[in-house]
């Protein structure tokens, strides 16, 4: 099998390579998300916790 | 006997917020790891190694990822109900961030499964919707997830709002087994099952395989993805407590 042929999927490329985009792009957002989102609450937690600490 | 206590005080000890904090952040790179291995080997299976199908010929192969989110609509919801009903009972604060951290992820994997099978139904049915029992069931879901997620962001209160969606979620259950159930129930556009037929499925080998290793690729994915949520729910929902000054301090 040649590569122009693994993309041109029999005719169907079109639909076969978005729809396997589409999952990979989900499935990269849900990853990169969570991962921000728990970074940047622990900064905030943090900083909110000395803020305490500091002045009691 | 031993075993059997031992996976008690391992469940109990899971309802424990640092203890459940500790263990996820360990379980998270492996699941992570090994969800990559297998979703690599099973997009090599289904896209070069599985022959073309005789009648759809390569459209098919939307299948790999197709069926294995609509499971995971599914499972999600399930796992969310189930874990909203633990928490509503006996209170568990770890169940309730569960719930909470599977609806997202849930969503966007029936938006897949919608996606994903409109993408297929073009080509094969000549059209990209049709309001037929499956997919107006599965759409029924979908806006189930938005509505968990927009009550459960719309009461301050996290425990509150962790009662509230339960409960929403506890209803919407009643739509699992119409999805499930509506290729058999009904006539429609959708094709019928072709796994589950147990002793003989329908699919040969070549095509069944990388499908089971993607369905178990998406299963650690959710894991994975589920325990990277719900420990900053977790977190942001013990930031009162000694443990969590513990655990940012050491960072």
New interface residues.
């Given amino acids: 099998m040649s590569l122009s042929e693994f993309f041109h999927m029999g005719g169907y490329g079109a639909y076969v390579w978005s729809a396997y985009s589409i999952w990979l792009a989900v499935m990269i957002i849900n990853v990169v998300q969570p991962a921000y989102k728990a970074r940047s609450t622990i900064k905030r937690l943090a900083r909110s916790i000395n803020q305490r600490t500091r002045q009691p | 006997m031993f075993e059997l206590n031992d996976m008690w005080t391992f469940f109990h000890k899971l309802g424990s917020p640092p203890y459940f904090y500790r263990i996820s952040g360990m379980l998270i790179p492996w699941l ?1 790891w090994i969800c990559l291995g297998l979703l690599l080997a099973g997009l090599y299976g289904g ?2 190694l599985a022959p ?1 199908d005789y009648q759809q ?3 098919y ?2 299948i790999f ?2 069926v294995p ?1 609509a499971w995971m609509s599914l499972f999600i919801y399930m796992v969310m109900a189930a874990a909203g009903a633990v928490g509503l009972i006996w209170r568990i604060k770890v169940a309730e961030a569960i719930a909470a951290a599977s609806a ?2 849930g969503a ?1 994997f029936t ?2 499964a919608l ?2 099978g409109s ?2 139904g ?2 094969m049915w000549g059209t990209y919707w049709v309001w037929d029992a499956r997919l107006t069931s599965e759409l029924i879901l979908l806006f189930l997830y938005l509505g968990v997620i927009g009550l459960y962001s719309a009461i301050e209160d996290r425990r509150t709002a962790s009662r509230a969606t339960a409960v929403l979620s506890l209803v919407g259950v009643v739509n699992i087994p119409i999805i499930h159930y509506s290729v058999e129930w009904w006539n429609t556009l959708h094709q019928g099952s072709t796994i589950t037929k147990i002793g003989a499925p329908s699919i040969h080998l070549s095509m069944l395989l990388p499908l089971l290793i993607m369905a178990l690729g998406f299963k650690l ?1 959710y894991g ?2 589920l325990l ?2 719900s ?2 729910e977790v ?2 929902r013990e ?1 009162g407590s000694a443990w ?2 513990e655990v ?2 050491t ?1």
Wanted: hydrophobic share 45%.
């Fill in positions: 992570g896209l070069v073309p010929g390569d459209s192969r939307i990822i197709h989110s997202p992820v966007w938006f897949l996606v994903t993408l297929w073009k080509p994915y994975m993805v990277m949520r420990r900053v977190l942001e930031r969590v000054r940012l301090q960072q």
